[in-house]
């Protein structure tokens, strides 16, 4: 089952607003990844952190692996109506990688 | 270039039938897994292959479950005598290696309906 505690379930904002989604764990990961999955279609990768403390930003898109290497949070920062999708944190130990149950975004415009 | 496919795109079957999910992983991709995503969740890890073996099968729910990689290329899903909690999306992803991170691509899903 899921290990990752992802919040919030979902979000319901402005064309313009910021928005913040994070991820806890009780396992430490060697790699926190966020992917991005829309309708009928498979999850898309938007940042890979590879480092505790690590900060990588990928346009409007900012993400932080944490120090303790069990949590890390994506910021979107002047979302557009194209944001709107189920956002997924992810963690990746030695072998295999734990999904959270998604953050539902959705921008009304 | 083309990505990773998945047939069929949907699946209906009856309980206690057998059903197989194939996937093409993109050309010179090394690495494959298999996902299973229910309504609402994120995917669920369940095999993973290197080459033609499979690496990694802690994922599997139980022995109706069983996966194949022949050729180290296309691999197809088995699932015998179907249950109804076996509904779901079937993700299929590839990538180029495993001991460092490469980024894993994901195919489009087959949806697995068992009435």
């Known amino acids: 089952g899921q290990q990752l505690n992802q919040s919030p379930q979902s979000m319901f904002i402005q064309e313009g607003e910021d928005v913040s989604m994070n991820c806890t764990s009780s396992?430490?990961?060697?790699?926190w990844l966020w992917y991005k999955q829309e309708p009928g279609e498979g999850p898309v990768l938007l940042i890979a952190?590879?480092?505790?403390?690590e900060l990588t930003s990928n346009g409007r898109l900012t993400a932080q692996f944490g120090i303790t290497r069990k949590d890390s949070f994506l910021n979107i920062s002047a979302s557009i109506p194209s944001d709107v999708g189920i956002y997924f944190c992810?963690?990746?130990?030695?072998?295999?990688?734990?999904f959270g149950a998604g953050t539902r975004l959705t921008v009304k415009p | 270039g083309a990505g990773v496919s998945q047939t069929p795109s949907n699946k209906v079957t009856e309980k206690g039938k057998y059903v197989e999910l194939r996937c093409d992983p993109i050309?010179?991709?090394?690495?494959l897994y298999w996902y299973r995503q229910s309504l609402g969740q994120g995917p669920e890890f369940l095999i993973y292959?290197?080459?033609?073996?499979?690496?990694?099968d802690s994922g599997l729910p139980n022995d109706r479950f069983f996966a194949v990689r022949p050729e180290g290329s296309v691999s197809t899903l088995k699932i015998q005598r179907t249950e109804r909690g076996d509904s779901a999306v079937y993700l299929c992803?590839?990538?180029?290696?495993?001991?460092?991170?490469?980024?894993?691509?994901f195919g489009p899903g087959t949806r697995l309906t068992v009435l």
């Open positions: 952190l590879y480092k505790a403390g």
């Open positions: 292959f290197q080459g033609t073996g499979a690496a990694d």
């Open positions: 396992s430490i990961f060697n790699t």
């Open positions: 050309s010179g991709h090394t690495a």
């Open positions: 992803a590839s990538s180029s290696a495993r001991d460092s991170y490469n980024e894993q691509f």
């Open positions: 992810a963690g990746q130990g030695n072998n295999d990688m734990r």
